[in-house]
């Protein structure tokens, strides 16, 4: 038998160090877990939100927005809530992520205090008010609003009548069903804060009736638009029947000012009158009597004979005493 060709030096293995390769693993581990430590040591909260913090399950502390610490390896825990959100719930409908809504009949469908059946799809915006609540009071808070608020809706518009509900009366049944929510929501204690309720929409089931209850509408419309033409022309009035109203109460103090004014005269020429008579009877009788007949026969001329059986006679004419022309 022939020799290899080939000739195999053996080179002896050095034993595995067992102590590096521990002490390897051992730095890897407690770098990964230092590094995950920091990693998990900080969370941050948006201006929108608050985060609260558990602390082996429990609540220890309700941060705002910005930066924080806490305690890494689930030892701490934090959960954020969008508390400065306005949320929203649709009742009776539903919108579609193009924004086209869609009727829900099993939610909208409802019965009147006068026994009719209308379709009212309503509208609901609340808040988160009090976080801690809101995640550990119940399973499901937005879900016990939607039916609270579905509950005392149809409590309010089965007390209602269709009229009332289709017209008129829409604000009022809003107020109502969130004053019965906000009461119900403060017992409940959720943290939920119902901030509005509105009635999207509100019809009958049928084409007929829709229409009939269009044309009602149309008529009210009508009336208050007359009314308003009304008040209208009567504010227009108003001012110048006002002024015409003190025009003629100016004028009649007028009169009664000069009507006072002339007896007030006149019984001072009567008083003076009567104080000449005292003082000259006869003079003032002649005068008074000469003074009457031109007046009776203002075309006469009358001549006051001053002669006597002593004097001469002279004939003066009345006017130039009584004043006359």
């Known amino acids: 038998m022939e ?3 080939y000739n195999y030096t053996y080179v002896p293995q050095k ?18 877990v230092v590094v995950i430590g920091v990693l998990t040591s ?53 919108t579609d ?23 009212v799809d309503f509208f609901v915006e609340y808040k988160i008010s009090d976080p801690v609540q809101y995640l550990y009071s119940a399973n499901n808070p937005a879900l016990i609003l939607k039916n609270l608020i579905q509950s005392q809706v149809r409590n309010v518009v089965g007390s209602s009548t269709v009229d009332s509900v289709l017209t008129d009366g829409k604000e009022n049944i809003q107020l109502q069903v969130k004053e019965l929510v906000t009461e119900i929501l403060a017992e409940y204690d959720v943290g939920l804060t119902l901030i509005d309720v509105r009635i999207q929409d509100a019809e009958p089931p049928t084409t007929e009736v829709i229409e009939a209850f269009k044309a009602v509408e149309t008529a009210k419309q009508n009336a208050e638009a007359v009314v308003n033409s009304a008040k209208a022309y009567q504010n227009a009035q108003l001012p110048e029947a006002e002024a015409k109203s003190d025009k003629l109460l100016q004028n009649a103090q007028y009169l009664k000012q000069k009507r006072i004014n002339e007896a007030a005269e006149a019984v001072a020429m009567f008083e003076a009158m ?11 009788h002649s005068r008074m009597y000469y003074e009457a007949i031109s007046q009776v026969l203002p075309g006469v001329k009358v001549y006051i004979h001053t002669g006597n059986s002593d004097s001469m006679n002279m004939l003066l004419p009345l006017e130039s005493i009584v004043g006359g022309k």
């Open 42 to 94: 900080f969370y941050t909260v948006d201006d929108k939100q608050q985060a609260v913090v558990t602390t082996f399950g429990r609540v220890t502390d309700i941060t705002d927005p910005g930066l924080h610490f806490k305690i890494p390896f689930g030892i701490q825990k934090v959960q954020t809530v969008d508390v400065n959100v306005y949320h929203k719930i649709e009742l009776g409908y539903v």
């Open 3 to 5: 020799n290899s060709q």
């Open 15 to 32: 034993p595995v160090d067992w102590g590096k390769i521990r002490k390897f693993i051992l730095w890897g581990v407690i770098l990964t």
């Open 274 to 284: 009567f104080a000449e008579y005292k003082e000259n009877p006869d003079i003032t």
């Open 97 to 119: 992520t193009n924004g086209t809504p869609a009727s829900v009949e099993d939610e909208s469908s409802m019965i009147t205090g006068d026994y009719n059946i209308v379709n």
